[in-house]
């Protein structure tokens, strides 16, 4: 009787108040899971979890230095975002605090700096109401207790189909994202952390094997149970994975092969309860630490084991869920977030999940091979009106590969999700001046129905070439050179802008395989010259041969459309 009126309180109260080296990498993820003073967490099943809100983080947040703080990766990418650093959510919670309530039998499991709280349990439900009255405690919410068994409907509700796919790499075509990859865009040198539920065979997988022999994988870290153990309990993680970077000739595709990876394991995928957000917290701030450029989540929260803990759908107003404040946090730091929208289509949730309904979260709906919209994809628009999903991909039929020596594919938004945010890290290779915000706005004005947007695919499906022409534009400098070609990529006519002028030269065009397609000679009154014999070429690359008394320069041209 005594569990019953202290979790009755605690609930009522909550209704009241409404280019680094990778071993620099590695150093920098210890010291920051060293901040949250984990626990082994191998059992949890008999356990009551409380998220502590903090009043302040305390005094002395002077002392801290910026380097103390972020690590020289994560305080390049603000920098090249315009963000401040650091600010107050990125001083640690107090770890006084922190003590203090261990003292009181409490198992620290992560901390959110961002959100200054604590997520803490114990076997006995009583001992919370001591929490309570804490000076430095603003409020104290249950997100978890002893159940038996899963309840809610299982998230992973996406599809594993055993047979072999056709087209293997056609959602990387039908984003245009043929016209990066072949340019060598393969998302070198971008660091994207996938946030799931696990990566069973992800070790050892023939399509990661270029991603293992290289040491893409740069760290894996399980912060439900506090160990770098991530091969285990689901491989949704995997089949995310493999889309990004996988590799197989002929099979497989990844959207960003060459990039790095952060493996971390967020969700409990025994259970279905609001702590699963502390978790994400918990791994987009680990994220941030490491410098990552990209979050790619294919996870989402709507409803859980207790209904009395559901989210209602006017909370999908971008400022309510405690997941989707964290991920408008990560995204205010240069951060690009990408997340499923969510399989509840034909499901009574119907709607996105949290935390697609972010303003600053790209939430991704899934359409089939031939462009349409699937039965399964998450409906929109966000509570307050605005165009969710963002975009839509391939997520009908994606190859996957989730188990050695099979290559299936898989339906679902969890698949659409890495198919672009690999292709942003492409962009980001391309561009590198571009801001996050700048290569998502990019991606969105390239879509489809950018201008007739609805409520099932969002701004519709990107045009990966196109986006990245209008960065190129948007950040085209002329080199110190003596010749240049804008802009490229190039739609049909440019320009070769000549730091001199040459008078009379000689054009030759190739083919990417090195068939002559043009030889024409032009005269040069000025600095610039107008070339249109593309415009009437297929798309692809072609290669720029300019001979003048000089001598002979080459150029790499890329052609979007005919």
Known sequence: MKRTKVLFRILKKQERCGDVKPYRIIIWITAILLLLHPVDSASQSGLFFYRIYFKDKGRNLNAYQPAQLLSERAIARRIKNGVSYPDYRDFPVNNEYISAIKSRGFMLHVTSKWMNTAL????DISTASSLEDLPFVSRVEIVKY?????????KFQDEFINKAPGGFDLPIRMVNGNVLHEAGY?????LIAILDGGFVYADIIESLDPLRKRNGIKYTYDLVKNDKSVFESSDHGTAALSILAGSMPGKIEGSAPDAEFLLLKTEDVLSEFPCEEDFWAAGAELADSAGADI???????????????????????????????????????????FNSAGNERNNNWYKIVFPSDG???????????????????????????RVKPDITAMGVAVPIQTYPSAIITGNGTSFACPVMSGMAACLMQAVPEASSMEVLNAIKESSSMFNRPDYLYGYGIPDMGAAFKS??????????????????????SLHLVFSNSPGSFRLEIYSLNGKQILSKEYYANGKS???????????????FKIITNEGTLVRRVIKLGK
Do not use: W
């Open 186 to 190: 393969k998302g070198k040198n971008i």
């Open 471 to 492: 960065l190129l534009e948007i950040h085209f400098r002329n080199p110190d050179d003596e010749v240049s070609v804008a802009p490229n990529p190039t739609s049909g």
């Open 529 to 543: 010259v107008l070339i249109d014999d593309l415009a009437n070429r297929e798309q692809g690359f072609y290669i």
């Open 146 to 154: 002893p159940v038996s068994g899963k309840k809610s409907a299982d």
């Open 120 to 123: 803490f349990s114990s076997n």
């Open 295 to 337: 979050i790619s989540s294919s996870l989402g929260y709507s409803t859980f084991d207790d209904p009395s803990m559901n989210y209602s759908q006017a909370d999908l107003d971008g400022n309510t869920a405690f997941v989707t404040q964290v991920a408008d946090v990560a995204a205010s730091k240069g951060i690009a977030v």
């Open 359 to 385: 303003d600053s979260v790209i939430s991704v709906g899934a359409v089939d091979g031939n462009r349409l919209i699937s039965n399964f994809s998450s409906a929109g628009f966000s509570a307050d009106g």
